[in-house]
């Protein structure tokens, strides 16, 4: 019903930056929160960053300061900028984002396919 379409990834160099964006789209009534989590080779799953549709944001330790995320809730677009980029960052990232598809229905989440970031010289 609704889906969700990374686009920015790709191979960085080390202290340089990269932009991530994930539009939503489909049968959206309205989108609470979006966000990220990455995955990287042997690891789990792990949460990055998320906005709230009022603006309020939370960070990882390791995003905090470097990657601010923000949205464009016109479009059901959000952002991640990443900055001063670092090897650990190379993942997959996965972008989310809780929605309804009408006033009077649950609360689900939709992911998208990913996006891979790699970091290196």
């Known amino acids: 019903q609704v889906q969700l379409v990374e686009s920015g990834g790709g191979l960085g160099q080390p202290g340089g930056s990269l932009r991530l964006s994930c539009a939503a789209s489909?049968?959206?009534?309205?989108?609470?929160?979006m966000g990220w989590y990455r995955q990287a080779p042997g690891k789990e799953r792990e949460f990055v960053a998320s906005?709230?549709?009022?603006?309020?944001?939370y960070y990882a330790a390791s995003a905090k300061g470097r990657s601010p995320i923000s949205r464009d809730n016109a479009k059901n677009t959000v952002y991640l900028q990443m900055n001063s980029l670092k090897p650990e960052d190379t993942a997959v990232y996965f972008c989310?984002?809780?929605?309804?598809?009408?006033?009077?229905?649950?609360?689900?989440?939709?992911w998208g396919q990913g996006t891979q970031v790699t970091v290196s010289s």
């Open positions: 906005i709230d549709n009022d603006g309020s944001t």
């Open positions: 989310f984002a809780d929605y309804k598809t009408s006033p009077t229905s649950i609360i689900r989440t939709g």
């Open positions: 489909g049968s959206i009534f309205r989108i609470s929160i």
